[in-house]
């Protein structure tokens, strides 16, 4: 049995990674660095994780590669499935040596600060051709507006925290000095009405498209604008090709997920992405095709290949999300996730692998 190396467990859609590729029939073995979390990650309890690994210290560290190296060299020629930012960039950086010992489908660092670089995404975008929102270099001409630093996380900004919306002059200046903070010459765009949505794409050594799922979003929470509590997948056969021709022209390998707003892209998330478990709740083989793909088979691609209408939640975010939306007058949405609590899939629940469920609420509680 072939095995794959899922790093990073303490990540919510390390759950859904885990139970794919154990169905798949691989062998899986989960890692997590001691000091990033204080209590076992959810994951860890899966039956599908058929081994775990403590790393000491933090994926952050200087020395991480080294002790999740050691890892690798103990498992033969494994799969290497990043599921950080963090650890997917720490390997990237040392792609020619990791190349070595394991298999895996990482682009290389340059292109990883590229496409997290939200104006070369928007440059880029427009020689292509591709719908972008209008940028200003100066103060803007029309409000709203949103305020952005070129790479959020490069800052250590939570995800609700990588942009601002400003109605007015006031407040574009007030929310540009706060953005300044971090970076001195923030990104400022129109603000797109319309459902945000996003393209996941995961390309082959060759760069190759071998697997797309699309996914709109329904609530967030802050609903002012933070990571989605409650989205559905669809299938957009545009957005899927304008997402590949972006990717494919910065040479990209690996997993990302293009993000929409309307009809235009916002910037990219090249790597594991918040919504992931929609993979596993809409019935897609990506992860498997990325552990095939990695250790050397050819995958063909299969448009439309998991279920489209499916309604997935994070049950403790969207119950914040929803509140929050009733709380503020928005009983549309607010009622509506009243309803989605009964129809539609928990992201983390599995029938036939309840453990992760239950330790991730014990441990979302216990940590409040």
């Known amino acids: 049995m072939k095995t794959v190396i899922v790093t990073d467990g303490k990540y919510r859609s390390s759950i859904a990674a885990v139970r ?90 340059e292109v990883l600060d590229a496409l997290n670089d ?47 919306v400003a109605g007015d002059r006031a407040e574009y200046e007030a929310v540009l000095a706060a953005m300044r903070r971090y970076d001195p010459s923030p990104i400022v765009q129109q603000k797109i009405s319309g459902d945000g949505a996003g393209a ?69 998330n090249p790597r594991v992405w918040g919504s992931f478990p929609m993979t596993e709740c809409a019935g897609s083989d990506f992860a498997a095709c990325y552990a095939a793909a990695a250790s050397g088979e050819t995958v063909e691609y299969r448009p439309g290949n998991y279920n489209t209408g499916v309604k997935m939640r994070f049950v403790l975010n969207d119950t914040a999300a929803v509140l929050s939306y009733l709380g ?5 949405r607010g009622f509506g996730g009243i309803g989605d609590a009964f129809g539609a899939k928990e992201a983390l629940k599995s029938a036939d692998d309840p453990a992760p469920f239950r330790v991730y609420l014990k441990n979302t509680f216990q940590r409040k």
């Not at 997917?88 to 990791?98: G, P, T």
């Not at 082959?204 to 604008?225: F, M, Q, V």
């Not at 989605?228 to 990717?247: H, R, W």
């Not at 503020?328 to 549309?332: M, R, S, V």
């Open 328 to 332: 503020h007058g928005k009983f549309g």
């Open 200 to 268: 996941s794409l995961l390309l082959d050594s060759n760069g190759r498209l071998i697997s797309a799922l699309c996914h709109r979003r329904i609530r967030e929470y802050p609903i002012t604008g933070g990571p989605s509590t409650c989205c559905v997948s669809f299938y957009d056969e545009t957005k899927i090709a304008q997402a590949y021709e972006l990717l494919r022209s910065f040479g990209f390998t690996g997993m990302a997920m293009v993000e929409f707003k309307g009809d235009s892209i916002l910037e990219v």
């Open 118 to 164: 939200k104006e070369t995404v928007h440059s880029r975008a427009l020689e292509l051709g591709i719908p972008v929102p209008k940028q200003f270099d100066g103060e803007p001409d029309a409000y709203p507006v949103v305020i952005k630093p070129h790479c959020g996380e490069k800052f250590g900004l939570k995800a609700r925290d990588r942009y601002a």
């Open 20 to 109: 794919a590729l154990g169905r798949a029939g691989w062998q899986v073995v989960v890692t997590q660095t001691r000091d990033d979390v204080k209590a076992a990650p959810p994951v860890f309890f899966s039956k599908y994780a058929a081994e775990t690994v403590w790393i000491d210290g933090r994926a952050a560290d200087d020395g991480y590669t080294d002790r999740l190296a050691q890892v690798v060299r103990a498992h033969g020629r494994p799969v290497l499935f990043c599921v950080g930012a963090v650890s997917l960039n720490a390997v990237s950086r040392r792609r020619d040596e990791f190349s070595r010992i394991c298999d895996f489908l990482i682009a290389p660092p």
